[in-house]
């Protein structure tokens, strides 16, 4: 599981390096007004995104996971639903295009959002091959696609400097380029696994699959539709496409935690679900406890550095004017973090199968950031839309690890409670420090940002011993 982890978040690490090298060209190539019209435009691409990157994907990677089942028959359902899925978005998203405009308040978008539904088929192909390669356990084959994505989304940044003049087309071309490419290189990667498919008499009843597979829909639809709703809320409250600019800046940085943490909840469901289903829950409990060790270990001085230095990196990264959202940056990675803390205890629950109470977290989180995202807005403007999701997100994780500790049994641990006040006790000095000491150029900013988190992660290792530890396994 630790190797599987390890290439999860390199593939993940090249999502981000990747990611922010493309908005770092377009946040400081663009106005304000023109890079919020980007992000409105990704914000609806990420809405499309959750209904055949997710659910049909992880119930793949779970039957397979399962060893029950005639793959290849698995594989012909998997591509039945994903096809369907598809072409019903393809047909909604471009008739549609016009009511979704005018709901955002912005005609202007229609053309971009027609252009939106070419992306969906080669985006579907795409993730239905991780699907079966994750469900394979075949973690290498399917990071290293992970890791070749992001490198092929920066065609974006040559599309807008010297193809089209029309910056937001561009950036729509450079993702086509990269969704057509990638599907086919995953299609390759799956063909190379074709003498491992498993073999069985029985199939998967569609209607089983069909429900596995909306439930993680519902469960990853909830997820993306609280990271991305904020932005389509502010936009409407505010009627600014500078300010939605700003926010923008936001919720890139933002979802660090989130790209990081896909790499342990894409990991952990194969594993517990196989260990889950042969009744070695105790075994179970204890991968659970090294998941969380390596989250508060690893992935929470990130969330802590990122926070204390908001205001610094926004200035730096952009330009001094996205400073105005500091504050919303510095609660918002915390909550894209409690979010990625309940995406990975929620697959645990799935691997218990528990449908109907992921269902309901899922519906129950969303509720409760929509109501909030829209009164604070209209209060606090930025930092009220970041405030509204730490709410909900916070509260779906902890209702999610106490629903886990029902079921598995008590995973927290004496050295988890250690490395939560480590990072607490850090997270303090970290953000008077960084309030008090001006710093003026952003690669200074970016290697003391790294030195502190080296330090952080170091004493982790050693609290862990993470070395050995790999080593054993």
Same mark, same amino acid.
């Given at each position: 599981?630790?190797?599987?982890?390890?290439?999860?978040?390199?593939?993940?690490?090249?999502?981000?390096?990747?990611?922010?090298?493309?908005?770092?060209?377009?946040?400081?190539?663009?106005?304000?007004?023109?890079?919020?019209?980007?992000?409105?435009?990704?914000?609806?691409?990420?809405?499309?995104?959750?209904?055949?990157?997710?659910?049909?994907?992880?119930?793949?990677?779970?039957?397979?996971?399962?060893?029950?089942?005639?793959?290849?028959?698995?594989?012909?359902?998997?591509?039945?639903?994903?096809? +369907?899925?598809? &072409? !019903?978005? /393809? $047909?909604?998203?471009?008739?549609?295009?016009? %009511?979704?405009?005018?709901? *955002?308040?912005?005609?202007?978008?229609?053309?971009?959002?027609?252009?939106?539904?070419?992306?969906?088929?080669?985006?579907?192909?795409?993730?239905?091959?991780?699907?079966?390669?994750?469900?394979?356990?075949?973690?290498?084959?399917?990071?290293?696609?992970?890791?070749?994505?992001?490198?092929?989304?920066?065609?974006?940044?040559?599309?807008?400097?010297?193809?089209?003049?029309?910056?937001?087309?561009?950036?729509?071309?450079?993702?086509?380029?990269?969704?057509?490419?990638?599907?086919?290189?995953?299609?390759?990667?799956?063909?190379?696994?074709?003498?491992?498919?498993?073999?069985?008499?029985?199939?998967?009843?569609?209607?089983?699959?069909?429900?596995?597979? +909306?439930?993680? &829909? !519902?469960? /990853? $639809?909830?997820?993306?539709?609280?990271?991305? %709703?904020?932005?389509?809320? *502010?936009?409407?409250?505010?009627?600014?496409?500078?300010?939605?600019?700003?926010?923008?800046?936001?919720?890139?940085?933002?979802?660090?935690?989130?790209?990081?943490?896909?790499?342990?909840?894409?990991?952990?469901?194969?594993?517990?679900?196989?260990?889950?289903?042969?009744?070695?829950?105790?075994?179970?409990?204890?991968?659970?406890?090294?998941?969380?060790?390596?989250?508060?270990?690893?992935?929470?001085?990130?969330?802590?550095?990122?926070?204390?230095?908001?205001?610094?990196?926004?200035?730096?990264?952009?330009?001094?004017?996205?400073?105005?959202?500091?504050?919303?940056?510095?609660?918002?990675?915390?909550?894209?973090?409690?979010?990625?803390?309940?995406?990975?205890?929620?697959?645990?629950?799935?691997?218990?199968?528990?449908?109907?109470?992921?269902?309901?977290?899922?519906?129950?989180?969303?509720?409760?950031?929509?109501?909030?995202?829209?009164?604070?807005?209209?209060?606090?403007?930025?930092?009220?839309?970041?405030?509204?999701?730490?709410?909900?997100?916070?509260?779906?994780?902890?209702?999610?690890?106490?629903?886990?500790?029902?079921?598995?049994?008590?995973?927290?641990?004496?050295?988890?409670?250690?490395?939560?006040?480590?990072?607490?006790?850090?997270?303090?000095?970290?953000?008077?420090?960084?309030?008090?000491?001006?710093?003026?150029?952003?690669?200074?900013?970016?290697?003391?940002?790294?030195?502190?988190?080296?330090?952080?992660?170091?004493?982790?290792?050693?609290?862990?011993?993470?070395?050995?530890?790999?080593?054993?396994?």
């Amino acid at each position: 599981m630790y190797l599987g982890i390890i290439l999860h978040l390199c593939s993940k690490l090249s999502f981000v390096v990747g990611s922010y090298t493309m908005h770092f060209f377009l946040g400081r190539y663009l106005p304000e007004a023109e890079y919020g019209v980007v992000g409105t435009i990704i914000t609806i691409m990420n809405f499309e995104y959750i209904f055949f990157t997710d659910g049909v994907r992880q119930g793949m990677a779970k039957a397979i996971s399962m060893n029950q089942y005639e793959e290849r028959d698995l594989i012909r359902t998997g591509l039945l639903f994903q096809t +369907a899925i598809v &072409l !019903l978005f /393809f $047909g909604g998203t471009y008739l549609g295009a016009p %009511l979704i405009g005018n709901m *955002l308040g912005d005609a202007s978008l229609i053309p971009y959002i027609r252009n939106l539904a070419f992306l969906l088929p080669f985006t579907g192909l795409y993730s239905l091959m991780l699907g079966i390669l994750n469900g394979h356990k075949a973690f290498r084959a399917e990071a290293g696609t992970g890791i070749v994505y992001p490198i092929l989304k920066l065609s974006v940044i040559p599309a807008v400097l010297f193809v089209f003049e029309d910056a937001i087309l561009a950036t729509q071309m450079g993702f086509l380029f990269a969704a057509v490419v990638i599907s086919l290189f995953s299609m390759f990667r799956v063909g190379q696994i074709r003498p491992a498919f498993h073999s069985a008499s029985s199939r998967m009843p569609k209607g089983e699959y069909a429900r596995t597979a +909306a439930s993680y &829909l !519902l469960l /990853f $639809g909830a997820s993306t539709f609280m990271m991305n %709703l904020d932005t389509l809320i *502010l936009k409407r409250v505010s009627g600014d496409n500078e300010i939605v600019g700003y926010y923008t800046g936001v919720a890139n940085f933002a979802k660090i935690p989130y790209y990081l943490l896909t790499a342990f909840y894409t990991v952990v469901l194969p594993v517990i679900t196989g260990s889950y289903i042969q009744g070695r829950i105790g075994e179970a409990r204890e991968k659970i406890a090294d998941v969380i060790s390596l989250v508060l270990g690893f992935i929470l001085p990130v969330v802590a550095v990122v926070s204390a230095a908001s205001g610094h990196i926004l200035g730096l990264f952009y330009r001094p004017s996205y400073r105005r959202g500091e504050n919303a940056l510095a609660l918002l990675i915390f909550a894209i973090a409690f979010l990625g803390m309940t995406l990975i205890f929620s697959m645990i629950l799935s691997a218990a199968d528990q449908k109907k109470l992921l269902a309901g977290l899922s519906i129950g989180m969303l509720a409760v950031q929509a109501v909030l995202c829209v009164i604070l807005t209209k209060q606090y403007s930025l930092t009220g839309t970041a405030a509204a999701t730490w709410i909900a997100a916070g509260g779906g994780m902890l209702v999610s690890g106490v629903c886990v500790v029902r079921i598995f049994g008590t995973f927290w641990q004496k050295k988890h409670t250690l490395l939560l006040a480590g990072n607490a006790a850090a997270y303090v000095s970290l953000l008077i420090f960084f309030r008090k000491v001006q710093i003026g150029n952003f690669f200074v900013l970016a290697g003391l940002c790294g030195v502190f988190y080296l330090i952080l992660a170091g004493a982790a290792a050693w609290k862990l011993d993470l070395p050995g530890r790999i080593r054993s396994r």
